[in-house]
């Protein structure tokens, strides 16, 4: 068992990074650099922030996967998966897919409209990316909660 809670710590911290970063990303940064800034200096802003976040997430997408699929291999081998996992897994296939038509179809597009200056096209691509995060941020606490209490809830 000592390998699983390594396991589940590994787990628990990339969902931090992920979910906690959106959470910062869309109430905090986003809203600072709006009250604070031009969209000339907010888009370039938010993208390269944008940038940088997206390696972070990609990194804890894939300790995600990784201690996901070994933690449920465990499982799976002692008994039935509960429902609760399933349920995670799927909410997590859901934000990861949305993850990555942000960051591989939207995000591109934001980096061409702010390289090219086009601050109105930048705008609506950051808009899309807030609401896709907003999406993403939901997905996630409602990931945690069935971690949480799934179990109970699913079983």
Request: glycine share 6%; hydrophobic share 65%.
């Amino acid at each position: 068992m000592t390998n699983y809670a390594i396991l589940l710590f590994l787990h628990f911290t990339a969902v931090i990074v992920w979910v906690g970063g959106m959470t910062i990303m869309h109430f905090a940064v986003r809203s600072a650099a709006v009250e604070t800034l031009e969209p000339a200096q907010r888009l370039p802003f938010m993208a390269a922030t944008l940038r940088r976040f997206f390696l972070v997430v990609i990194i804890a997408i894939v300790l995600l996967l990784i201690t996901g699929m070994w933690m449920a291999h465990i499982m799976a081998s002692v008994g039935r998966l509960p429902s609760s996992v399933h349920a995670m897994i799927g909410l997590g296939v859901v934000m990861m897919a949305i993850f990555g038509h942000v960051r591989f179809g939207v995000f591109p597009r934001l980096q061409r409209a702010v390289t090219a200056q086009a601050w109105a096209d930048a705008a609506a691509r950051l808009a899309t990316i807030r609401k896709l995060v907003a999406l993403n941020l939901a997905l996630g606490f409602l990931t945690v909660a069935v971690a949480i209490i799934g179990r109970t809830l699913l079983s």
